[in-house]
């Protein structure tokens, strides 16, 4: 008999469970809500994409795209993998025909499958396929020689004739290599592209929800499987800006800037989540005059402290000394704060971009702390940056980030374009919620997550009874009533204990009486009363009352 394997969710993902998806719900009916209010529609990416696409936005050098992404070949020939696995693991023995044999068999069969799939276009026909493919020909012609018994000078060439297929098969691509997204912004930016929306009216405003993949270290708030909402503004660029014209449109990108932050922090403000900071920073452009100038003059100012430094900045010094900024090493601290500073090194217009930024959060009655450490992790941006903390969340208290990344867009193969946005990890917001919730016990989540208590226990006792019972429950759902109608009829007592568990607030208890004279009998769970109430007023006594129970937790 077959092993009983029980199985538990992978490492970093989770269920999410009722009652507290309910509150999930609620958060994102609330980010449609006011996302909508600003005139964003929503968008929905398919799951993953071509990794290049990634590899590309993102940058291939960030920990997102060179560690934590879930990629695989997109491919169903399954066979042929099995038996490019078989040559690249084999160690044939040039001393034994036999095992010669058995190899050579093997890449002939290799060779074979890899030529039909070919010219059937099952595998894609790159430049990388046609060099492999010839090498695994020539491999192969060297490799038979090997088939009648050899002087021993000649083992080494064996080995190297060996070594050179594997590589050969290595080389091969079955399929094109896909990731389960990382993030959205890239798959936004291609969406935009692919469906001409630098046609439709600018500028194109959209949010999305969903979950997104990444290979991190699990932990309170870190999740492999988790959850963002996010929004990006995407806008086609005015040719030959100068002067002016450019003056003009660094004044309006500031303004949808602050709009954009402004609309999360609604979100947030009718979340009622508490004790939300927000961050911002210019991280300027990519120019010699600007960021790459500046990149430059820190790289110069680490290389003089590398001594202090630990491994990871020390290594960074070379391959990305922004990220230095992002340290949390304690010892790093201080010699970071001691280090040149962007903001000193902005070129004038983005310097005048981040001024007006702030002028017109100032507008909006927006608080926010200038951080000039914030450079964010993902390559796409410039100019603003921004993150968002809130509590509760411990180390990994960031629950939401963006900034600019005008340009993006063409960098994908696209028009000239500018784009703003953010995301939301929904998991953090919603574990800062529930703790908001245990501070105040009444507070604003505590009885949102009621409203998906039951309303009605409907309690029924007699077989004449069921029929009335079923169609109780179905007048009182059709009111939009969330009603609990058990499938067995029960006695009273036991009924009004299950009606309890479930934090009902009320329970309707028809018993013959009840069926025969039509007047029902409508208890108030919260504190006993109860009264007789003619069945077709049932639905409107519930609605008046007011009763709220606190529904215990499973
Ligand atoms: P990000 O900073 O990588 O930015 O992620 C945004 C938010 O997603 C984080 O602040 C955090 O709340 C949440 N998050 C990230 N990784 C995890 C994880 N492993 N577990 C739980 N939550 C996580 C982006 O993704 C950009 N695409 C944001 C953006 C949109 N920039 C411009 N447009």
């Avoid at 590398?306 to 340290?327: A, H």
């Avoid at 374009?417 to 953010?422: D, E, Q, R, V």
Wanted: include cysteine; aromatic fraction near 8%; charge should be neutral.
């Amino acid at each position: 008999m077959a092993e009983k394997k029980r199985f538990q969710a992978i490492k970093g993902t989770r269920d999410l469970l009722p009652p507290e998806t309910e509150l999930w719900n609620r958060v994102e009916a609330t980010a449609r809500e006011v996302f909508g209010t600003y005139g964003f529609g929503e968008i929905r990416p398919p799951i993953f994409e071509p990794t290049e696409l990634f590899a590309r936005a993102v940058g291939g050098e960030t920990d997102i795209v060179s560690k934590e992404m879930y990629s695989f070949p997109d491919h169903s020939l399954w066979d042929l993998e099995g038996q490019r696995t078989y040559i690249l693991l084999a160690r044939p023995d040039a001393g034994n025909p036999n095992s010669v044999q058995l190899f050579v068999s093997a890449l002939d069969k290799f060779i074979d499958q890899l030529a039909n799939a070919a010219s059937s276009r099952e595998i894609p026909a790159t430049s990388d396929n046609d060099r492999g493919f010839e090498r695994l020909r020539a491999g192969s012609d060297r490799i038979s020689s090997f088939l009648v018994p050899h002087a021993t000078n000649l083992l080494d060439q064996f080995d190297l004739t060996v070594g050179h297929i594997q590589q050969a098969a290595a080389l091969i691509k079955l399929g094109d290599l896909v990731s389960l997204r990382p993030e959205a912004t890239a798959s936004v930016c291609r969406a935009y592209i692919e469906h001409n929306m630098n046609q439709w009216p600018q500028p194109v405003k959209l949010y999305y929800l969903g979950p997104m993949f990444r290979r991190e270290r699990p932990q309170k708030g870190r999740y492999r499987q988790f959850y963002q909402i996010g929004a990006e503004v995407l806008e086609r660029e005015v040719a030959g800006g100068e002067g002016r014209v450019a003056s003009k449109e660094l004044e309006k990108d500031a303004a949808v800037d602050a709009e954009v932050i402004e609309m999360v922090m609604t979100f947030f403000d009718r979340l009622k989540l508490p004790g939300t900071q927000l961050d911002i920073n210019s991280i300027g452009h990519n120019a010699p005059e600007c960021r790459r100038g500046y990149v430059e003059k820190l790289r110069g100012a680490l290389l003089e402290v590398k001594e202090q430094l630990g491994e990871d900045s020390r290594r960074r010094i070379e391959t990305n000394p922004l990220r230095v900024l992002d340290s949390k090493l304690e010892h790093e601290q201080a010699i970071i704060a001691a280090l040149p500073k962007i903001g000193d090194c902005l070129c004038d217009d983005c310097a005048k971009h981040y001024a007006e930024v702030k002028r017109q959060l100032g507008l909006r009655g927006i608080p926010y702390k200038e951080n000039w450490r914030l450079v964010r992790g993902l390559d796409y941006y410039m100019r603003t940056t921004f993150e968002i903390t809130a509590k509760g969340l411990g180390s990994q208290n960031a629950v939401c980030g963006g900034g600019r990344y005008d340009g993006l867009v063409e960098l994908l193969g696209g028009p000239a374009t500018k784009g703003i946005g953010f995301a939301i990890g929904e998991d953090r917001l919603v574990l800062s919620l529930q703790e908001a919730a245990k501070e105040v016990a009444s507070g604003e989540w505590g009885v949102a997550s009621e409203k998906g208590a039951c309303d009605v226990y409907i309690a029924w006792m007699g077989q004449k009874t069921q029929e009335t019972a079923i169609k109780a429950a179905q007048m009182l759902r059709g009111a939009g009533l969330r009603v609990e109608l058990p499938a067995m009829e029960q006695k009273f007592g036991k009924a009004l204990g299950q009606a309890d568990r479930l934090g009902a607030r009320h329970a309707l208890i028809l018993g013959e009486d009840e069926v025969a004279s039509g007047l029902w009998t409508l208890k108030k769970l919260a504190d006993g009363t109860q009264e007789k109430v003619a069945a077709g007023d049932v639905v409107k006594r519930v609605k008046e009352s007011k009763s709220l129970r606190v529904r215990p937790h499973p």
